[in-house]
C-alpha cells in the first residue's frame, strides 16, 4: 500500500512530508505501578449486548466514588463513538475542562486535532470509539495518579471487551503505559492488550506544543491504517 504522504495536509505537516522524519524525544521515566483497583460494583453481564453493557458502566462510571477525582467532576467523561461498528478505538488520559463540563471526551482543541487525525486516516465517526483512561477530570489536568487510573480501569477494560476493536491507538505516554505498552521508546512501536493490536502514539494535546512531532504520529497512524488493510483517502 502506497502510504506516502497523503493526509499530511489534513494535520498541517503537508510542508514536513519532504523533511526528515522528526526524533523521538527522551522518554520520562515510567509512571509508577498502577496499585490494586479497589472493590467496585459488578459489571454488566459480559453475554449482555455491547449497547447495554456500555450504558451500565456509563451509569455506574457517573456515580463512581472509588478516587478522589470524584470530588471535582461536573459531569463523567465516558466515550463517544459508535460501538457497535468501531473498529478503531483511541484511547487517551483523561479529561480536560470542555471534557469536564460536557461529559464528552477530546472536544477541546485537542479534540479537534484528532478528529482531523482520523479523517485523514480515512476513518469515519461510525469506524471509531475514543474513551480515556479516567473518567473524571484531574485537577488542574494533571496526569492522573496510580491509584486513580486503576480505580477506573475496569471501565476501560470493560468498553475494550463491548467494543471489540481490531486496533486501538493509545494517546500519549500515560495511557500507552496503562494499556501496557509504555516501555523504553514506547512510541510507534506495536503491543497488544487484552489480545488486541495496540498502537502507542503522542497525544493530540502534546501536538498542539510540539507541532514538529506530527510527522512522526501520521507514520503511526500509517501503521494503522495498514493493519486495518485499508488504503488512505486520496488528497
Given at each position: 500500500m502506497d502510504l506516502g504522504s497523503r493526509g499530511l495536509p489534513a494535520l498541517g505537516l503537508d510542508e514536513l512530508a519532504r523533511a526528515e522524519p522528526a526524533e523521538s524525544p527522551v522518554a520520562t521515566?515510567?509512571?509508577?505501578?498502577?496499585?490494586?483497583?479497589?472493590?467496585?460494583?459488578?459489571?454488566?453481564?459480559?453475554?449482555?449486548?455491547?449497547?447495554?453493557?456500555?450504558?451500565?458502566?456509563?451509569?455506574?462510571?457517573?456515580?463512581?466514588?472509588?478516587?478522589?477525582?470524584?470530588?471535582?467532576?461536573?459531569?463523567?467523561?465516558?466515550?463517544?463513538?459508535?460501538?457497535?461498528?468501531?473498529?478503531?478505538?483511541?484511547?487517551?488520559?483523561?479529561?480536560?475542562?470542555?471534557e469536564d463540563q460536557q461529559g464528552l471526551p477530546f472536544v477541546g482543541k485537542a479534540g479537534q486535532l484528532l478528529d482531523k487525525m482520523i479523517a485523514a486516516m480515512g476513518l469515519s465517526a461510525d469506524e471509531i470509539y475514543v474513551c480515556n483512561v479516567v473518567k473524571c477530570r484531574p485537577p488542574e489536568n494533571r496526569t492522573p495518579n496510580p491509584d486513580e487510573a486503576a480505580a477506573c480501569m475496569r471501565f476501560l477494560e470493560g468498553q475494550l471487551d463491548a467494543v471489540k476493536p481490531q486496533v486501538i491507538v493509545a494517546l500519549?505516554?500515560?495511557?500507552?503505559?496503562?494499556?501496557?505498552?509504555?516501555?523504553?521508546?514506547?512510541?510507534?512501536?506495536?503491543?497488544?492488550?487484552?489480545?488486541?493490536?495496540?498502537?502507542p502514539t503522542y497525544h493530540p494535546a502534546y501536538l498542539l506544543r510540539s507541532p514538529e512531532q506530527k510527522r512522526p504520529v501520521w507514520e503511526d497512524l500509517q501503521k494503522v491504517v495498514a493493519a486495518l488493510g485499508r488504503e488512505l483517502p486520496s488528497r
Open positions: 521515566a515510567p509512571a509508577e505501578p498502577r496499585a490494586p483497583a479497589p472493590a467496585a460494583a459488578a459489571p454488566a453481564k459480559p453475554d449482555a449486548d455491547p449497547v447495554t453493557r456500555l450504558r451500565v458502566l456509563a451509569e455506574e462510571a457517573a456515580s463512581c466514588t472509588a478516587c478522589r477525582l470524584h470530588e471535582g467532576r461536573t459531569k463523567s467523561v465516558f466515550a463517544r463513538g459508535n460501538p457497535e461498528r468501531a473498529i478503531v478505538a483511541f484511547v487517551g488520559e483523561g479529561p480536560g475542562y470542555n500519549g505516554r500515560h495511557a500507552a503505559e496503562n494499556l501496557g505498552v509504555g516501555g523504553g521508546g514506547w512510541r510507534g512501536r506495536w503491543g497488544s492488550f487484552a489480545g488486541v493490536r495496540v498502537m
